[in-house]
Structure formats: C-alpha cells, structure tokens
C-alpha cells in the first residue's frame, strides 16, 4: 500500500480518487505518520473476526433442551 504525502494528496486529489476507485488503495501521511486510508466505497470489506466475544459469557449445559417444556406444551406434545 503506497503512502502519499499529505501535500501531494491536497495537490492531486482527483488523480488520486480516480486511482482509489480503480481498486488502488493507499494511505495519506503527516510528516511521515499515517493519518489515513483511502480506498473505493465498494472495495470488499475484511470479514468479522470470529471469537470476538470469546470468554464474555457462558453457554449452559442444557441449552439445547431449555423450554423443551413448555414449547411442548404450546404444540401440544408431550414432556
């Protein structure tokens, strides 16, 4: 990923969005420190981490099973 100059960004914007709609992203710096990431509005968007929550709550055993009861009960089965 190229990194342009703040200063050339302002200078060359319009090349630079024609660049970032053709699929071509970079970063825009300040004095050497990344401010920003440009690219194109559809440009695939990097997928949910998995696990995010891990260790934040806890499944009981008997999930699968709860309100067995009375969902049979509503359906007119047996439990």
Known sequence: MNA????EAKTHLS?????AA?????VIAKAGKPMARV???DAPVAPQRLGFLAGE???PEDFDRMGAAAIARVFGGRK
């Open 4 to 7: 342009i100059n703040i200063h």
């Open 15 to 19: 090349r630079l969005v024609e660049r």
């Open 22 to 26: 053709k699929g071509e992203s970079f």
């Open 39 to 41: 690219a194109a509005v």
């Open 57 to 59: 709550f806890s499944v």
